[in-house]
């Protein structure tokens, strides 16, 4: 048994499950680590999709380059910390997204969109660090029309404590609430923790994650590092304290309205819907990214995997 197949074997009476996350290279130095879905936990509250990007650094005259691509059934919220990229998508929506900004892309019943970097920030070489996350819609909402609503850092509200300050990215938490409009009683936010610096996660949500990007923290005597999503118990409150300078994403919210399926950029409460979504994208009936000509294929892959 591997280090982190025993990591994963931790017994802690807060803990319900803990996911070791893996890095993975794409190419030219730029790697993710993937916490959701894992074989360990499909989802948190609506949360289906949880990847950590980078950080990577870009040499001059190269970036990050996502071709074209679909998604149904869900809103994507891509979150930086460090870098920046370009947003385009179907709807004719050009955006460039900053550290702190929040940028809530409904896919609904259909959109497509291309993640790049722009060509001034590749010319010159840059950073890139942040989390991309897809949030399942409820059923009543899978096929509503696709949006994408953008966020200055500025307008969303941040939580400072001694040594803490939490960006709420979306829903409510220690009283204060996200401007961002969602379909699901949810919450998502950014908390960074000075060494020694203590937070409480209050038991008010049934599902509730938290994702180290950085750094470690102490739950009741056991350390946790960068990488790794606990999923804790329903029920308590959770008191950690930072045993190093960190950076975490909190999240969950309600459990789903029944089971999801998921196919490559495709969520669904059903795979006939599915199975329409993969046939419409090799078809060509998805509307177009305008200024964009390429595209990814729709990948040879096996039976959808259902998200209990």
């Known amino acids: 048994m591997s280090w982190d197949e025993t990591r994963e074997t931790l017994q802690h009476p807060a803990l319900e499950t803990l996911i070791v996350t893996r890095t993975r290279d794409l190419g030219d130095g730029f790697e993710v680590r993937r916490a959701l879905p894992s074989a360990r936990r499909r989802m948190v509250g609506p949360f289906i999709f949880l990847d950590q990007m980078g950080p990577a650094v870009f040499r001059s ?10 998604h149904i059934g869900l809103s994507t919220v891509t979150y930086l910390f460090d870098g920046e990229v370009l947003h385009r998508d179907s709807l004719g929506t050009v955006q460039t997204i900053r550290p702190g900004q929040v940028n809530w892309m409904t896919a609904g019943r259909g959109i497509v969109h291309s993640e790049r970097t722009g060509p001034e ?4 070489g840059s950073r890139l660090f942040g989390m991309q996350a897809w949030v399942a819609l409820p059923k ?11 966020h200055a850092s500025d307008t ?14 979306a829903g409510a938490l220690y009283g204060k609430r996200s401007p961002v409009q969602t379909h699901s009683d949810m919450f998502y936010a950014d908390a960074a923790l000075e060494d020694g610096a203590g937070l409480v996660l209050p038991a008010e949500h049934e599902e509730r994650g938290l994702y180290l990007a950085e750094g470690s923290v102490e ?3 056991v350390e946790f590092g960068a990488g790794e999503l606990l999923v804790f118990r329903p029920g308590s409150e959770i008191d950690l304290r930072a045993t190093t ?21 495709f969520v669904s409460s059903s795979k006939e819907r599915l ?8 078809a060509g009936r998805f509307a177009p990214v305008p200024q ?6 729709l990948p040879e892959e096996p039976a959808p995997v259902r998200n209990p």
Request: no cysteine; aromatic share 10%.
């Open 140 to 150: 009543q909402y899978e096929e509503t029309g696709p949006a994408f609503i953008h």
């Open 61 to 70: 005259g190269h970036g990050l380059d996502v071709r074209p691509h679909p």
């Open 121 to 124: 920030v590749r010319a010159a």
């Open 219 to 221: 739950i009741d005597g």
């Open 245 to 265: 300078p960190a950076r975490m994403m909190i999240l969950g919210g309600e459990p789903m309205d029944g089971p999801r399926y998921i196919f490559w950029n």
């Open 156 to 169: 969303m509200p941040f939580i400072e404590g001694e040594g803490v300050r939490l960006h709420l990215i």
């Open 275 to 282: 199975e329409q979504a993969k046939a419409d994208w090799k």
């Open 292 to 297: 964009e000509t390429e595209f990814i294929p």
